[in-house]
């Protein structure tokens, strides 16, 4: 009896591997995009230190004239998507702030540390009450600015809790928490992040 062998283009159309070729081509394809969506994520939200003679002249030109007595003392590129904003950090005095700006130099968000005695009494009664025996690290009123006008948002509050655990909460002027966010964690997933490249 003679051997028989299937012409495989009988079976699934497929002769000499024409077709697959393409679907070679397609996963490949989809394995560079599902690659590249990783890298975009990665990329996506970025900080890097910029000197201060670096910063464009509309945001150098804002902060001489909101904050005249200000000394500069360190400044960042932030970059989200194809979101780009500056951070300066600066001292009137005694008082430190964080000042966020838009590359045409209009200021976005104005971060200003202040004592924890200086939290309104409703603030206070929501944090003691939901975090018991914590200890406030750092205390910041968030003012947001929208077309020049600046208007007190939230605060927020770095504290470490009685089980030792960093948190940063964003709590509203009626005392309503907003967003807490584990800062050891988010720590934790920038040195793995470091430790992969």
């Known amino acids: 009896m003679p051997l028989v062998v299937a012409d495989r283009s009988d079976v699934d159309g497929e002769a000499n591997g024409e077709l697959r070729r393409p679907?070679?081509?397609?996963?490949l394809a989809?394995?560079?995009a599902i690659g590249l969506t990783f890298v975009a994520g990665s990329v996506?939200?970025?900080?890097?230190?910029?000197?201060?003679?670096?910063?464009?002249?509309a945001v150098m030109e804002t902060v001489k004239k909101r904050f005249p007595k200000a000394e500069l003392i360190e400044a960042t590129k932030e970059t989200d998507g194809d979101k780009v904003e500056y951070e300066v950090s600066l001292k009137v005095g005694v008082t430190k702030y964080d000042v966020m700006f838009s590359p045409d130099g209009k200021i976005t968000l104005i971060e200003k540390l202040i004592a924890e005695k200086d939290l309104p009494k409703v603030v206070v009664a929501t944090l003691a009450?939901?975090?018991?025996?914590?200890?406030?690290?750092?205390?910041?009123e968030m003012t947001k600015?929208?077309?020049g006008k600046e208007v007190l948002a939230y605060y927020e509050v770095l504290l470490e809790t009685a089980d030792k655990k960093m948190l940063e909460v964003e709590i509203g002027l009626d005392g309503k928490i907003i967003k807490?966010?584990?800062?050891k964690e988010e720590e934790d997933k920038?040195?793995?992040?470091?430790?992969?490249?």
């Open 30 to 32: 989809a394995v560079v």
């Open 190 to 197: 920038k040195k793995d992040e470091k430790k992969k490249k």
């Open 44 to 57: 996506r939200s970025a900080e890097e230190k910029l000197p201060l003679d670096k910063l464009p002249k």
């Open 129 to 140: 009450e939901k975090f018991p025996k914590a200890k406030f690290n750092v205390v910041e």
């Open 145 to 147: 600015v929208t077309d």
């Open 23 to 27: 679907k070679m081509r397609l996963f």
């Open 180 to 183: 807490t966010e584990d800062k």
